[in-house]
């Protein structure tokens, strides 16, 4: 048995996380550079994307504290549990060095204590997923060490393709440094983001947000058509920022195209979209994301 921590991150609602045993470690938001919130904790997601929307903000974001993560690890190092720490890509934020930062704080007076923090890869959506199959192999029994080693050797595989409305979060994030020019000469187009290997790139531009989001799902296919991957092998899950009516709906039109169920159509899974990703995508972002199943990846 060990103890799962993530930060916040994975888009788990908190509450969903507390019913599964998972500890959030809270990021960040400012709306004005100045006043910092505790994503989940200090501001609810209606109340920051209320803002964004009405008040036509333009929040950032901050990674977790040394002091919160060890806050977070000391319970379980006490307690003698061992712990996975789930990070975001190192690509969008420090809060990976800050959790190794902390572990390494603590074993200099707990020497014995056995604390993993994973560079997931991963953002939002796949993120979740990630954390889910880390959850799924703590409560299947799997040992603290091979859920290690699966969780490593799966990252790779992990993918988001997503659109979004409005491009002004994009270039004023500077998540997009490569191809802000040509994002910004293309006003009035919908892109589609794609993130892999913990990195994301620009799939294509549309007019229209109806043919944007049927690209998203063309290119979900396309990725297992082209890589030969059994799609049956692979958790996915539709992840949205605002509208939880157009992500049901969605979900219906994905589900019809890759013929199978998504992962929230079989079991509990709340997310949503949150504050890392949204300060960079806007409230509009919807898309798709991919991960292995732990039960059938070979690691």
Request: net charge negative; proline share 4%.
């Amino acid at each position: 048995m060990f103890k799962l921590i993530s930060d916040t991150s994975c888009d788990w609602i908190k509450e969903y996380a507390e019913e599964h045993n998972v500890t959030l470690v809270p990021l960040y938001t400012t709306f004005d550079g100045q006043t910092y919130y505790k994503e989940q904790f200090e501001i609810s997601y209606d109340e920051f994307y209320r803002k964004m929307t009405d008040e036509n903000a333009f929040p950032k974001s901050s990674l977790p504290s040394i002091q919160d993560y060890v806050d977070a690890f000391m319970p379980s190092v006490e307690a003698g549990v061992p712990i996975i720490c789930c990070c975001i890509t190192t690509y969008f934020s420090g809060s990976y060095n800050s959790a190794c930062t902390a572990r390494d704080m603590i074993i200099e007076d707990y020497p014995d204590a056995k604390i993993t923090v994973i560079n997931s890869l991963q953002n939002s959506a796949s993120m979740s997923l990630f954390v889910y199959e880390a959850m799924c192999m703590r409560d299947a029994g799997y040992s603290y060490e091979d859920t290690v080693k699966k969780l490593e050797a799966m990252r790779p595989f992990g993918r988001i393709i997503f659109t979004t409305e409005s491009l002004d979060y994009l270039t004023k994030g500077g998540r997009l440094v490569k191809t802000a020019t040509m994002i910004t000469s293309k006003l009035n187009l919908r892109p589609i983001i794609i993130m892999k290997g913990g990195e994301i790139g620009v799939g294509g531009f549309f007019r229209t947000r109806k043919k944007a989001k049927a690209k998203v799902i063309e290119l979900l296919c396309k990725h297992f058509q082209e890589s030969g991957l059994n799609i049956n092998d692979y958790d996915i899950t539709v992840g949205y920022c605002t509208n939880p009516e157009e992500a049901s709906e969605y979900r219906k039109e994905v589900e019809e195209a890759i013929s199978t169920k998504l992962l929230e159509s079989g079991v509990e899974f709340k997310t949503r979209i949150g504050v890392v990703t949204s300060c960079h995508t806007g409230p509009t972002a919807l898309g798709v994301a991919l991960m292995p199943k732990f039960d059938r990846f070979e690691a």
